[in-house]
């Protein structure tokens, strides 16, 4: 499979409506082709949504036929970069598979039966239903779900006030181990300072395939500058194929290598003993639980060699402070995630790392960096608030154990539904309202996931295409692309305070609009329009700069607003540079030249809580992190892994043309060894099986994977939904996973056992 550039560019234009294939819903551009677009003819900045890191662009209509997009050149991380599924965003404004007008379903659930409708019967049908089911079944068992970031607040904001706490991002399928480990032990996350580190350690992390464009150009300089790179894979990543060295670590050995390299650095006295002092609690009992973690044990448990695990902790530990662990997002997605998690950030608590050039550090926001500088350098965005909202009494659906408090807190546990659904814990889901969300994609155990779809009474689709999720509603409420409409400021802070802006470029193709308005117009339906007193979004946009119409032009003219220096708090000539700027700034100094006094985590104990007692009181024997040694698969399957590859954003982009084009194939990685064993040879029709389910793929054999391990990528094989190559070839992951929940962090469990055959 290939394309050349020449074919990419001229698919840039109208055009690639032709790209996909099968059949066409009701109210698509198909019936009424684009021929012309209209919108902003030189650059105007804005956000890219093409995945969940919002990257900040600017782009333009060209000749009123397609639109050029590149990132934005006030953004100093960002600059013209965008990746390819940034360039491709122009692809879903013209594709005739978008939704573009209002649609109810017409025959069962997911047989794709579909009238058009208009706006005020969609809203009128919809909030009757609601209605209706609160007043027989409770608020509570209507259930919100959202991709989360600016999409998911409007949505939200609706649950609010209906009075249902059922509101849940797409967190505990992608980034809640990591978020949740930040929780326990420093009350925030942390950022990481990749460009200037010496040493980089990637437990799964792959930044040049799961694209953020800043932090990946950030990974690319450092390892220009001559930073080391040791990746801990169980397949040959783009990541590990740039390492300077490649482990293929056995799925659910990461934490056993992380706990035996911090028994190095303990044992050999490596660690930062001033900043263990200072800024942690729980040293005793990390010593406890790693005296028997030693390289050895590690080495059975992940088949990494024990002198390569001690090497390079005593590789790393010579490069600290300036040398990183990434905690990335998740790696071989086990029951052990929240240990995994929180023992990442013990290690580069251990190299003294924090608030260190090349290490990690707090968001600077404005608040907190206008203090230490003595002066206003930043204006502080008001967040817009509601009086009066109702008190919500009833408990989550998630709430069903005292250790989910963290996750409760931060998205939820969405893959909840299905107990809630299907068997009443802790009591009964009636409804399902999403938006641009697609969980049959993420969520594990799809049977039992469609199994939940027929039995709910009423499912509300918001989205730009007919994803596999939306082919379950019963109405299809079509949203504006990122290109087509404007949103809130965001604050994008990093080592100083920074804010951006999406803005509206295209003009609204159909009769399409902003989720954000949708959820307005539906709640004012449910007679709910007392919760919402802002016109539009430019309302909305003054409020959150408190009236300054200065600032509200400026940050529409450039996009991204960055205000004063970088500071790291520990880092001496960060912290020369920050007082010779701001000379208020001196009393904050210590007499190490740093600000050591300002640096505070919002934890319990005001440090790094290695030992968290809340979390033992909440479940036992997790108060400090330890392996539990949970099974992943059985002794005669084959470990069964997914990842992300640069072009497809998981169950989302397998829509859009231009990244359809790009990859349309999904094949399974299989080792040589493994596939002569079956008899299976590269391009073979396959099949996997266990006792979720079964699928049937194409095998691609290569020695970049384990032999006792088959990885595909996630985001095929969609039974439902609107049909393209990109979606329907391949496996579908969710078909193979079996629903269980992982401990304390909620995440869906990402790997399972498989047996493979010749179909």
């Not at 059922?166 to 505990?172: I, W």
């Not at 960060?574 to 985590?601: C, G, R, T, W």
């Not at 266990?690 to 990528?713: C, M, Q, W």
Request: net charge neutral.
């Amino acid at each position: 499979m290939s394309i050349s550039r020449r074919s990419f560019i001229k698919g840039m234009g109208i055009g690639c409506v032709g790209c996909t294939v099968g059949s066409l819903p009701p109210g698509a551009l198909a019936l009424n082709p684009v021929t012309s677009l209209k919108g902003q003819s030189k650059l105007t900045p804005s956000l890219c949504e093409m995945c969940s890191y919002r990257c900040p662009i600017e782009a333009q209509v060209v000749n009123n036929k397609t639109v050029f997009i590149q990132g934005n050149r006030n953004s100093p991380h960002q600059k013209t970069r965008v990746c390819a599924r940034g360039g491709s965003g122009v692809s879903l404004i013209y594709d005739p598979k978008r939704i573009v007008k209002p649609m109810k379903r017409k025959g069962p659930r997911g047989a794709g039966e579909w009238e058009v409708i208009s706006w005020e019967q969609a809203y009128t049908e919809i909030a009757e239903k609601m209605a209706s089911i609160k007043q027989h079944y409770g608020a509570e068992s209507i259930f919100f779900s959202s991709k989360s970031g600016s999409l998911s607040s409007h949505l939200f904001h609706l649950a609010a006030a209906f009075g249902s706490p059922n509101t849940f991002t797409h967190a505990s399928t992608c980034p809640a181990g990591k978020a949740i480990a930040a929780s326990v032990m420093m009350g925030g996350d942390l950022k990481m300072d990749l460009a200037n580190s010496k040493y980089i350690l990637s437990f799964g992390h792959n930044l040049y395939e799961g694209i953020e464009v800043a932090e990946t150009y950030e990974l690319m300089t450092a390892q220009e500058r001559g930073a080391k790179l040791v990746s801990f894979d169980p397949r040959l990543s783009v990541v590990s194929s740039k390492a300077n060295e490649w482990f293929a670590i056995r799925p659910g050995g990461d934490l056993p290598v992380l706990m035996a390299m911090c028994h190095i650095m303990v044992k050999e006295n490596l660690y930062d003993k001033d900043f263990i002092e200072k800024f942690t609690v729980g040293f005793p009992q990390l010593v406890e639980v790693l005296q028997d973690t030693t390289p050895e044990w590690a080495q059975a448990h992940s088949d990494v060699p024990a002198k390569d695990i001690i090497r390079i902790t005593r590789e790393i530990a010579a490069k600290a402070p300036h040398a990183l662990v990434m905690p990335g997002h998740r790696a071989t997605f086990n029951k052990d995630e929240i240990n995994m998690r929180r023992m990442i950030f013990t290690f580069n608590a251990l190299l003294g790392n924090i608030e260190r050039e090349g290490g990690m550090y707090q968001k600077k926001a404005a608040a907190k960096y206008n203090k230490l500088a003595g002066i206003d350098v930043a204006p502080e965005l008001a967040k817009p608030t509601v009086k009066g909202m109702p008190k919500i009494t009833a408990k989550r659906v998630d709430a069903t154990a005292p250790q989910f408090k963290y996750i409760n807190k931060g998205g939820g546990i969405v893959q909840s539904i299905i107990d809630s659904t299907l068997h009443g814990v802790p009591y009964q889901t009636k409804a399902w309202i999403m938006s641009r969300h697609n969980p049959f994609q993420t969520v594990s155990c799809r049977p039992d996931l469609e199994k939940t779809a027929q039995k709910l009474d009423l499912i509300v689709s918001c989205d730009v295409y007919l994803s596999e999720s939306a082919s379950y509603a019963d109405y299809l409420l079509p949203e504006s692309t990122y290109l087509e409409r404007d949103e809130e400021i965001s604050d994008v802070s990093g080592l100083n305070p920074a804010y951006a802006l999406r803005q509206q470029v295209v003009e609204p193709i159909g009769d399409t609009k902003p989720s954000w308005l949708i959820w307005m117009e539906l709640g004012k339906k449910l007679g709910l329009a007392s919760y919402y007193p802002w016109e539009n979004m430019g309302v909305r946009q003054l409020y959150q700069v408190k009236g300054d119409e200065n600032l509200y032009k400026e940050i529409h003219q450039k996009g991204y607003l960055s205000y004063g220096i970088p500071l790291l708090l520990r880092e001496p000539s960060y912290v020369k540079a920050f007082v010779a700027q701001y000379p208020d700034a001196i009393k904050h100094v210590d007499s190490n030249n740093m600000m050591e006094k300002s640096l505070s985590f919002k934890s319990p104990s005001g440090l790094i809580e290695i030992y968290s007692e809340e979390l033992e009181s909440l479940l036992e024997n997790y108060g400090i992190p330890r392996f539990h040694n949970f099974p992943l698969k059985q002794k005669d399957e084959l470990y069964f892994i997914q990842g992300k590859v640069a072009v497809h954003t998981n169950g989302a982009t397998q829509y859009v043309p231009l990244l359809a084009e790009l990859m349309w194939k999904n094949p399974v990685w299989l080792h040589p060894d493994t596939a002569k064993s079956h008899g299976i040879k590269h391009g073979d029709e396959i099949i996997l099986e266990n006792s979720v389910g079964k699928e049937k793929a194409h095998a691609l054999i290569t020695t970049g994977i384990r032999p006792d391990t088959v990885f595909v990528y996630m985001g095929s094989g969609s039974k439902t939904g609107e049909k393209t190559p990109a979606t329907t070839n391949g496996i579908h992951c969710s078909s193979l996973l079996p629903h269980e929940i992982s401990p304390v962090s909620g995440t869906d469990v990402h790997t399972s056992g498989v047996k493979i055959s010749l179909a």
